[in-house]
C-alpha cells in the first residue's frame, strides 16, 4: 500500500530564509509525486509535480522539489520565502493505478515570520 | 474559464440527517473526484466518477454515495450523519487521459451537531 510522511507537522522560518519542507512516501510501484498548497478557507492548489524524467523539479511561486527513489523522499525547497507563503502544504503521491486517486500526507504549516 | 464549482460553501447538520453536496467540473473536464478533509488531516479520497459511473472508491462506508450527470457535474451524498462526518469536502476534476491534471474547488464545509 502506498503512503506519504510529512517529516515535520510545522516549519516556522523568517521572511527571505530558505525553508525545506520534507516528504517521504513508501510504494511498491512506480509513483507520481505531487505538492499541493492551501490558504485559509480555500481549496488546493498545484505546486508541482513529478511523473517522469528530471528528479529536480520547478513548480510555482519559485518552489522546487527534488525526486530521490532511493531514499524515497520527494522534499520541496525554496531558497527564498515571503510572508505570502504562509499555508498548509500536502505531499501526495499516485501509483499508475489507472483511475488516479492521490494519497496524501499530513501536511506541514509553513509561518513565515516577518 | 471558471475552475471546479463546489456548493454549499458551508453547511450545518444535525446527526442522522442527510446531506448532498454539489460540484461542477472545471470547462473540458470529464473525471471528478471527491476528498474528505478533516481539520488538520490531509485530504482522504472517497471516489471518482467518470462517464457517469464510480470508478474508484476509496475505504468509506456505503454511507457515502454519489452520482455524475451527463454534464459532467456530481453530487455527493452522506446518509445518516455522524459527528464524524463534520470536514471540508473537495471536488477536483480533471481529464481522462491527462495525466494528473487536477483541478481543485474551494470545498465544502459540514458541521454536523
Known amino acids: 500500500a502506498q503512503s506519504v510522511t510529512q517529516l515535520d507537522s510545522q516549519v516556522p522560518v523568517f521572511e527571505e530564509a530558505p525553508v525545506e519542507l520534507r516528504c517521504n512516501y513508501s510504494s511498491s510501484v512506480s509513483v507520481y509525486l505531487f505538492w499541493y498548497v492551501q490558504y485559509p478557507n480555500q481549496g488546493l492548489q498545484l505546486l508541482l509535480k513529478?511523473?517522469?524524467?528530471?528528479?529536480l523539479v520547478k513548480g510555482i511561486n519559485g518552489f522546487e522539489a527534488e525526486f530521490n527513489k532511493s531514499q524515497t523522499s520527494f522534499h520541496l525547497r525554496k531558497p527564498s520565502v515571503h510572508i505570502s507563503d504562509t499555508a498548509e502544504y500536502f505531499c501526495a503521491v499516485s501509483g499508475d493505478e489507472g483511475t488516479g486517486k492521490l494519497i496524501f500526507g499530513q501536511g506541514t504549516t509553513l509561518q513565515v515570520k516577518p | 474559464d471558471a475552475g471546479v464549482t463546489q456548493s454549499p460553501t458551508h453547511l450545518i447538520k444535525t446527526r442522522g440527517q442527510q446531506v448532498t453536496l454539489r460540484c461542477s467540473p472545471k470547462?473540458?473536464?470529464?473525471?471528478v473526484s471527491w476528498y474528505q478533509q478533516a481539520l488538520g488531516q490531509g485530504p482522504q479520497f472517497i471516489f471518482q466518477y467518470y462517464e457517469e459511473e464510480e470508478r474508484q472508491r476509496g475505504n468509506f462506508p456505503d454511507r457515502f454515495s454519489g452520482h455524475q450527470f451527463p454534464n459532467y457535474s456530481s453530487e455527493l451524498n452522506v446518509n445518516a450523519l455522524l459527528l464524524g462526518d463534520s470536514a471540508l469536502y473537495l471536488c477536483?476534476?480533471?481529464?481522462?487521459?491527462?495525466?494528473?491534471?487536477?483541478?481543485f474547488g474551494s470545498g465544502t464545509r459540514l458541521t454536523v451537531v
Open positions: 470547462s473540458g473536464h470529464d473525471t
Open positions: 513529478y511523473l517522469s524524467g528530471s528528479t
Open positions: 477536483a476534476s480533471s481529464l481522462q487521459g491527462a495525466h494528473y491534471g487536477y483541478t
